[in-house]
């Protein structure tokens, strides 16, 4: 297994293939949640993509967004999800990880902010993301917005 980021422009097409199915089985199947999962950012410049890569698929995937994307002066994580074949591993405290350290590298004097599902907030508060909203449906999904400080 192994980690990869990069830009839209650098994905191959099988790559690209199977991050979209991840993400579809995860947000749309899943949760069942029918919602436009492209939605333009994939393509924007700055957007950077992380995985994780066995031989066969990729089992790991965040989406990082440069400021501007989706909230004005922050960078933000979004997309997270790891195959559910995959999810005895443990994988998602290390891709939440990477995420953070690459908008970080990227981005060093902004704070990251993303909208979380609910039921992720303590998650989420273990990585120094603390809750900035109420509670808001996002695709008939409860969520949060959380800012981590620089």
């Known amino acids: 297994m192994q980690w990869h980021s990069c830009s839209f422009s650098e994905l191959d097409s099988g790559t690209l293939y199977q991050i979209l199915q991840l993400r ?14 492209l939605d ?21 995937y965040a989406r990082i967004l440069p400021p501007g994307a989706s909230y004005a002066d922050n960078p ?20 939440v990880r990477r995420s953070i350290e690459l908008a970080e590298q990227q981005w060093p004097a902004n704070p ?21 909203s109420e509670s808001y449906l996002e695709d008939n999904i ?7 400080p620089v």
Not at 42 to 51: I, K, N, S, W
Not at 120 to 131: D, M, N, S, W
């Open 142 to 148: 409860p969520h949060l917005e959380m800012l981590r």
């Open 76 to 95: 933000s994580l979004g997309r997270i999800c790891v195959a559910q074949s995959a999810r005895q591993l443990a994988l998602g405290k290390e891709l």
């Open 40 to 60: 333009g950012k994939d393509l924007l410049p700055g957007t950077l993509h992380l995985y994780l890569q066995n031989e066969q698929k990729v089992l790991a």
């Open 24 to 37: 579809v089985d995860v947000f749309v199947v899943e949760q069942n949640c029918p919602y436009p999962e």
């Open 112 to 132: 990251i902010r993303i909208s979380a599902q609910c039921y992720l907030q303590r998650f989420y508060e273990g990585f120094g993301f603390i809750a900035c």
